[in-house]
């Protein structure tokens, strides 16, 4: 299964990662600019979208009755 993952690179000295995780009705789209600052102070900042979410696989399609 494939999971939509951005990614940001540090602008500086290099830190720690970051990886973001999102909450209900979200996706990596939704830390991007958190991913923006953090980059600028020195981390590589990584985002996924879960399972089902945006472009990542799993999306279940379900009828309704």
Known sequence: MKLEIINKKNIGTKKETLVFVHGVCHGAWAWKNFMDYFST????????????????????ERSLR
Do not use: T
């Open 41 to 60: 102070k020195g981390y590589d900042c990584y985002a996924m979208s879960l399972r089902g979410h945006c472009n990542s696989e799993g999306q279940v």
